[in-house]
Protein backbone atom coordinates (compact mmCIF):
# COMPACT_ATOMS: atom_id res chain seq x y z
CA UNK A 1 0.00 0.00 0.00
CA UNK A 2 1.13 3.67 -0.65
CA UNK A 3 0.52 6.49 1.12
CA UNK A 4 -1.64 8.77 -1.62
CA UNK A 5 -0.15 11.84 0.44
CA UNK A 6 3.27 11.42 0.09
CA UNK A 7 3.92 8.04 -2.53
CA UNK A 8 5.68 6.37 0.41
CA UNK A 9 5.43 2.96 0.84
CA UNK A 10 3.38 1.42 4.11
CA UNK A 11 3.36 -1.67 5.94
CA UNK A 12 -0.85 -0.91 6.07
CA UNK A 13 -0.72 0.76 9.62
CA UNK A 14 -2.95 3.47 10.16
CA UNK A 15 -1.04 6.03 9.37
CA UNK A 16 2.10 6.98 7.22
CA UNK A 17 5.60 6.35 8.66
CA UNK A 18 7.07 8.97 6.96
CA UNK A 19 4.80 11.69 6.39
CA UNK A 20 2.03 10.95 9.23
CA UNK A 21 -0.84 11.31 6.86
CA UNK A 22 -4.00 8.67 7.71
CA UNK A 23 -4.29 5.71 5.57
CA UNK A 24 -7.71 6.14 3.48
CA UNK A 25 -8.73 2.34 3.94
CA UNK A 26 -8.38 2.66 8.16
CA UNK A 27 -9.55 6.05 8.00
CA UNK A 28 -12.79 4.74 6.14
CA UNK A 29 -12.56 2.04 8.33
CA UNK A 30 -12.42 4.39 11.70
CA UNK A 31 -15.13 6.63 10.42
CA UNK A 32 -17.53 3.86 9.61
CA UNK A 33 -16.94 2.61 13.59
CA UNK A 34 -17.54 6.28 14.69
CA UNK A 35 -20.60 6.57 13.12
CA UNK A 36 -21.41 3.31 14.08
CA UNK A 37 -20.53 4.11 17.94
CA UNK A 38 -22.79 7.43 17.19
CA UNK A 39 -25.91 6.07 16.12
CA UNK A 40 -25.91 3.55 19.07
CA UNK A 41 -25.33 6.17 21.56
CA UNK A 42 -28.48 7.88 20.04
CA UNK A 43 -30.52 4.97 19.87
CA UNK A 44 -29.97 4.24 24.01
CA UNK A 45 -30.55 8.02 24.47
CA UNK A 46 -33.61 7.95 22.68
CA UNK A 47 -34.41 4.58 24.26
CA UNK A 48 -33.68 6.20 28.14
CA UNK A 49 -35.82 9.21 26.76
CA UNK A 50 -38.67 7.46 25.88
CA UNK A 51 -39.00 5.00 28.52
CA UNK A 52 -38.75 8.29 31.37
CA UNK A 53 -40.57 10.22 29.50
CA UNK A 54 -43.62 6.98 29.47
CA UNK A 55 -43.24 6.30 33.16
CA UNK A 56 -43.82 10.63 33.12
CA UNK A 57 -46.72 10.10 31.30
CA UNK A 58 -48.12 6.76 33.05
CA UNK A 59 -48.02 8.37 36.38
CA UNK A 60 -49.57 11.30 35.62
CA UNK A 61 -51.08 11.40 32.35
CA UNK A 62 -52.52 14.94 31.65
CA UNK A 63 -50.62 17.01 33.63
CA UNK A 64 -47.62 16.06 31.89
CA UNK A 65 -48.91 15.55 28.41
CA UNK A 66 -50.46 18.95 28.43
CA UNK A 67 -47.69 20.05 28.23
CA UNK A 68 -45.38 17.93 26.27
CA UNK A 69 -43.61 20.16 22.78
CA UNK A 70 -41.52 19.16 20.22
CA UNK A 71 -38.50 17.53 22.91
CA UNK A 72 -40.69 14.03 23.00
CA UNK A 73 -40.64 14.26 19.31
CA UNK A 74 -38.63 10.98 18.94
CA UNK A 75 -40.41 9.30 22.31
CA UNK A 76 -43.95 10.32 20.44
CA UNK A 77 -42.78 8.61 17.20
CA UNK A 78 -41.95 5.42 19.05
CA UNK A 79 -45.74 5.30 20.94
CA UNK A 80 -46.89 5.66 17.65
CA UNK A 81 -45.12 2.59 16.04
CA UNK A 82 -45.69 0.62 19.06
CA UNK A 83 -49.40 1.77 18.63
CA UNK A 84 -49.89 0.55 15.26
CA UNK A 85 -47.93 -2.85 15.52
CA UNK A 86 -49.80 -4.36 18.97
CA UNK A 87 -53.33 -5.36 17.21
CA UNK A 88 -51.55 -6.72 13.98
CA UNK A 89 -49.35 -8.51 15.85
CA UNK A 90 -52.27 -9.90 18.02
CA UNK A 91 -53.81 -10.79 14.68
CA UNK A 92 -51.12 -12.90 13.55
CA UNK A 93 -50.96 -14.84 16.91
CA UNK A 94 -54.36 -15.29 16.58
CA UNK A 95 -54.81 -16.08 13.19
CA UNK A 96 -51.51 -18.73 13.47
CA UNK A 97 -52.73 -20.74 15.85
CA UNK A 98 -55.00 -22.06 12.93
CA UNK A 99 -54.01 -24.59 10.13
CA UNK A 100 -52.83 -22.19 7.19
CA UNK A 101 -50.08 -20.60 7.05
CA UNK A 102 -50.14 -17.16 7.40
CA UNK A 103 -48.60 -14.27 5.77
CA UNK A 104 -46.24 -12.23 8.34
CA UNK A 105 -46.20 -9.11 5.22
CA UNK A 106 -50.07 -9.45 4.74
CA UNK A 107 -51.25 -10.11 8.36
CA UNK A 108 -48.70 -7.43 10.54
CA UNK A 109 -46.82 -4.90 7.70
CA UNK A 110 -49.85 -4.14 5.83
CA UNK A 111 -52.42 -3.46 9.01
CA UNK A 112 -49.79 -1.92 10.78
CA UNK A 113 -49.36 0.73 7.45
CA UNK A 114 -52.81 1.11 7.59
CA UNK A 115 -53.36 2.03 11.28
CA UNK A 116 -50.38 4.69 10.88
CA UNK A 117 -52.11 6.16 8.19
CA UNK A 118 -55.42 6.33 9.87
CA UNK A 119 -53.17 7.63 13.29
CA UNK A 120 -51.63 10.41 10.83
CA UNK A 121 -54.59 11.48 9.54
CA UNK A 122 -56.39 11.81 12.73
CA UNK A 123 -53.47 13.74 14.30
CA UNK A 124 -54.05 15.75 10.89
CA UNK A 125 -57.89 16.78 11.82
CA UNK A 126 -56.87 17.32 15.50
CA UNK A 127 -54.43 20.11 13.84
CA UNK A 128 -56.43 21.34 11.57
CA UNK A 129 -59.32 21.84 14.03
CA UNK A 130 -56.43 23.59 16.46
CA UNK A 131 -55.40 26.07 13.38
CA UNK A 132 -58.86 26.88 12.68
CA UNK A 133 -59.65 27.79 16.29
CA UNK A 134 -56.51 30.94 16.64
CA UNK A 135 -54.09 28.30 18.06
CA UNK A 136 -50.62 29.38 17.05
CA UNK A 137 -48.79 25.84 17.60
CA UNK A 138 -46.43 24.07 14.99
CA UNK A 139 -47.07 20.31 13.91
CA UNK A 140 -44.20 19.35 15.35
CA UNK A 141 -45.21 20.24 18.98
CA UNK A 142 -49.04 19.30 18.06
CA UNK A 143 -48.02 15.69 16.54
CA UNK A 144 -45.64 15.39 20.05
CA UNK A 145 -48.19 16.49 21.89
CA UNK A 146 -50.34 13.69 20.28
CA UNK A 147 -48.24 10.70 20.94
CA UNK A 148 -47.94 11.50 24.23
CA UNK A 149 -51.48 11.04 24.65
CA UNK A 150 -51.32 7.95 23.05
CA UNK A 151 -48.68 6.40 25.95
CA UNK A 152 -51.45 5.35 28.22
CA UNK A 153 -53.81 3.88 25.70
CA UNK A 154 -50.72 2.28 24.25
CA UNK A 155 -49.97 0.46 27.93
CA UNK A 156 -53.46 -0.79 27.37
CA UNK A 157 -52.72 -2.42 23.92
CA UNK A 158 -49.48 -3.77 25.37
CA UNK A 159 -51.32 -5.56 28.17
CA UNK A 160 -53.51 -7.06 25.79
CA UNK A 161 -51.11 -8.52 24.10
CA UNK A 162 -49.70 -9.93 27.41
CA UNK A 163 -52.83 -11.27 28.34
CA UNK A 164 -53.34 -13.21 24.87
CA UNK A 165 -49.87 -14.58 25.26
CA UNK A 166 -51.65 -15.80 28.61
CA UNK A 167 -54.29 -17.24 26.71
CA UNK A 168 -57.03 -15.19 28.34
CA UNK A 169 -60.02 -14.09 26.19
CA UNK A 170 -60.12 -10.90 28.39
CA UNK A 171 -57.92 -9.57 26.25
CA UNK A 172 -60.26 -8.64 23.28
CA UNK A 173 -61.94 -6.43 25.94
CA UNK A 174 -58.75 -4.73 26.78
CA UNK A 175 -57.67 -4.26 23.70
CA UNK A 176 -60.99 -2.56 22.39
CA UNK A 177 -60.40 -0.10 25.82
CA UNK A 178 -57.49 0.84 23.97
CA UNK A 179 -58.31 0.90 20.71
CA UNK A 180 -61.69 2.68 21.60
CA UNK A 181 -60.14 5.05 24.10
CA UNK A 182 -57.27 6.16 21.68
CA UNK A 183 -59.47 7.30 18.90
CA UNK A 184 -62.17 8.65 21.22
CA UNK A 185 -60.17 10.15 24.19
CA UNK A 186 -57.33 11.64 22.15
CA UNK A 187 -58.94 14.02 20.08
CA UNK A 188 -60.82 15.46 23.42
CA UNK A 189 -58.23 15.63 25.28
CA UNK A 190 -55.65 17.50 22.30
CA UNK A 191 -57.71 20.42 21.89
CA UNK A 192 -58.33 20.50 25.30
CA UNK A 193 -55.00 20.55 26.09
CA UNK A 194 -54.23 23.68 23.71
CA UNK A 195 -57.68 25.48 24.69
CA UNK A 196 -55.81 28.82 25.98
CA UNK A 197 -54.57 28.87 22.80
CA UNK A 198 -57.81 29.19 21.06
CA UNK A 199 -58.48 32.25 19.47
CA UNK A 200 -62.19 31.02 17.30
CA UNK A 201 -65.47 31.76 18.83
CA UNK A 202 -66.91 28.46 18.12
CA UNK A 203 -66.59 26.36 20.91
CA UNK A 204 -64.02 23.09 20.37
CA UNK A 205 -67.34 20.85 21.19
CA UNK A 206 -68.30 21.11 17.20
CA UNK A 207 -64.63 20.12 16.21
CA UNK A 208 -64.95 17.05 18.69
CA UNK A 209 -67.88 16.34 16.82
CA UNK A 210 -66.79 16.46 13.52
CA UNK A 211 -63.74 14.44 14.21
CA UNK A 212 -65.96 11.86 15.58
CA UNK A 213 -68.35 11.46 12.65
CA UNK A 214 -65.26 11.40 10.32
CA UNK A 215 -63.21 8.63 13.01
CA UNK A 216 -66.79 6.23 12.68
CA UNK A 217 -67.28 6.27 9.15
CA UNK A 218 -63.63 5.43 8.86
CA UNK A 219 -63.73 2.85 11.24
CA UNK A 220 -66.50 1.34 9.61
CA UNK A 221 -65.54 1.20 5.90
CA UNK A 222 -61.70 -0.19 7.63
CA UNK A 223 -63.28 -2.71 9.93
CA UNK A 224 -65.42 -3.98 7.05
CA UNK A 225 -62.78 -4.24 4.45
CA UNK A 226 -60.92 -6.47 6.79
CA UNK A 227 -63.51 -8.41 7.71
CA UNK A 228 -63.94 -9.27 3.93
CA UNK A 229 -60.42 -9.70 3.44
CA UNK A 230 -60.66 -12.08 6.20
CA UNK A 231 -63.29 -14.21 4.86
CA UNK A 232 -61.60 -14.58 1.47
CA UNK A 233 -59.22 -15.93 2.98
CA UNK A 234 -60.54 -18.57 5.10
CA UNK A 235 -62.86 -19.80 2.61
CA UNK A 236 -60.54 -19.52 -0.78
Do not use: N
Not at 37 to 46: N, P, R, V
Amino acid sequence: MYCPQCGHQTDGGKFCEKCGAPQPGQAGAGQIQGQAAQAGAAAKKASKQFALFGLDVLKSPYQTCKTTGGEQFISSIITMVLFCLVTPVMLYILLSDGFRDISFAGTVLKPALTFALIIFCLHLLIFIALKAGGAQVSFKDSISRFGAFLIPFTAILLFALILMLLHTTVCFTVLAVGLIGAAFAVPALMLASYQHLLTSKADIIYSVIVIYLIICVTSQYTIKHYVKELISYFLF
